[in-house]
């Protein structure tokens, strides 16, 4: 789980990675953290912290936070990031300083932003490689952007050696400079002793009042410290969010790529462009996707399924030769080899379809287990139930589950038939190989081959419809 800055776990160790993830959403037009913003499936943070957790040489990762600070927790609590919170956002340069406590004992730090999702580990090893090899005591990753506007850019000493001069706003741009392309990505390496002795060297004499870490540049400059900068290869790396149609850009690339990835592992995807699928979702070669499906989350598809159009599946499980009919929902369950789902059938979270089992149009479950080859074809609802392998459930069946406190079991055990139009009132076991005739209403247990019926007698009036339509007709003729 997550946890606040403390001690690392080795006495000196070399490098953390500080994420800075403390601002709002105000440019997004937003109240959410910005850091919180999706894209892929999953928060912005949550991209960078996996890519940092892949970072073998680091011994801890901190994440600054501060607007909304307890929801950006528990957005990533499943992870080993330390927070250190920035109680107010007076910039990088003072997340930084709030971090001087939490970072003192490590030789570097890495600094990363928070909404730069598509940052890659190998860039950041490259980045590393150069700031040591350089003996550098800060470490710029750069990029050349076709439109450079509105970005710092990188003033290099000479073009052909990774020492920097300056990092120069656009607007302080000399008409000499206003050429350079190379731009700064706001990730950045350092040595911490040279920068926390100049840490509080840093002002605020600036438009917005803040403080600001590319100051570090000439700051470590001015002490005969090196600054150096590492051109990232992929320039679309350090792209971040400022505004909504940024986010939808970086989304779209990120699922673009996710496609890419399964159709090359030999996952057939026809239009990939109508579908949504998730960066960490997993299927297997053979498998066929077919347009306008969804599959997010943490979702695991096997081979040689079929998932039909308009299908939405959600952290769920899916083993081999399963087919997916049209325009279903799957949510938080498991689906066993051979099985056959829907068209139209909702599986609630809590779902276990066993092998070769088949859940049909307009079935509905919710912590349900069906056994290898059980059937519930039609208009079903099996809310809380265990049912054996190869019984039938007929169309329309209710688990009554609910006495509106508490959930109750519906055990059916296998080889059972369960009748058209039946109402199982749980808690109720229905023994092995039992039939239940349809439009019953069953309260009680059913032994093992029993046959169950529970319905009021039907009387029938012989001629009642006839003179009824009499009455009427004479009445209207009055």
């Not at 699928?277 to 599959?295: H, N």
């Not at 769920?316 to 068209?343: K, W």
């Amino acid at each position: 789980m997550s946890k606040e800055a403390g001690k690392s776990k080795r006495s000196t160790p070399k490098l953390a990675v500080v994420i800075m993830a403390a601002g709002k959403g105000t440019r997004l037009r937003s109240r959410r953290p910005k850091v919180l913003h999706e894209v892929g499936g999953k928060p912005l943070l949550s991209h960078v912290i996996a890519t940092a957790g892949k970072l073998a040489e680091a011994e801890d990762i901190f994440a600054i936070i501060g607007h909304q600070a307890e929801r950006v927790r528990e957005a990533v609590s499943g992870t080993d990031v330390r927070f250190i919170e920035q109680k107010e956002q007076r910039g990088t340069g003072h997340a930084i300083q709030c971090a001087r406590e939490a970072i003192g004992g490590y030789e570097h730090i890495l600094v990363l932003s928070g909404d730069v999702p598509l940052i890659q580990a190998d860039t950041l090893q490259h980045l590393m490689t150069l700031h040591l090899a350089e003996g550098a005591s800060m470490t710029i990753l750069t990029a050349v952007q076709e439109d450079p506007a509105g970005y710092g850019r990188i003033i290099r000493h000479s073009p052909d050696r990774a020492e920097v001069d300056a990092i120069v706003e656009q607007k302080a741009l000399k008409p000499e400079q206003e050429s350079v392309r190379e731009i700064n990505s706001g990730i950045y390496a350092f040595k911490v002793g040279p920068l926390l002795r100049h840490l509080d060297k840093l002002t605020n004499n600036n438009a917005h009042g803040e403080f600001y870490l590319t100051d570090m540049v000439a700051l470590l400059h001015s002490a005969g410290e090196k600054v150096a900068a590492l051109k990232a290869v992929n320039a679309t790396e350090v792209l971040g969010v400022n505004t909504i149609a940024e986010l939808a850009a970086l989304d779209a690339s990120i699922r673009a790529a996710t496609a890419n990835r399964l159709m090359a592992a030999g996952v057939t995807i026809f239009r990939p462009e109508t579908c949504v699928i998730d960066a960490e979702v997993q299927v297997e070669p053979d498998t066929i996707i077919e347009p306008f499906v969804q599959l997010l989350g943490s979702t695991r598809i096997g081979t040689d399924c079929r998932i039909r159009s308009y299908s939405v599946i959600e952290n769920c499980t899916l083993g081999n030769d399963v087919l997916v009919r049209q325009g279903c929902v799957l949510s938080e369950s498991t689906v066993a080899d051979g099985a056959r789902i829907g068209p139209f059938a909702h599986l609630r979270p809590g779902s276990e379809i066993g092998q070769d089992a088949h859940v049909g149009n307009f079935v509905e479950t919710k912590k349900a287990k069906l056994g290898k080859g059980a059937k519930a074809n039609h208009l079903t609802y099996l809310g809380d139930a265990e049912v054996g392998a190869g019984t039938n459930i007929g169309a329309g069946v209710i688990t009554c589950n609910y006495d509106g406190v508490h959930k109750h079991v519906t055990r059916i055990g296998q080889g059972s038939f369960i009748g058209s139009d039946s109402t199982l009132v749980a808690p109720i076991e229905i023994g092995d190989g039992a039939y239940i005739g349809a439009g019953s209403c069953i309260t009680r247990n059913v032994p093992s081959g029993a046959l169950a019926v529970g319905r009021s007698r039907q009387v029938t009036k012989e001629g009642w419809a006839a003179a009824r339509r009499a009455r009427r007709e004479e009445e209207e003729q009055k």
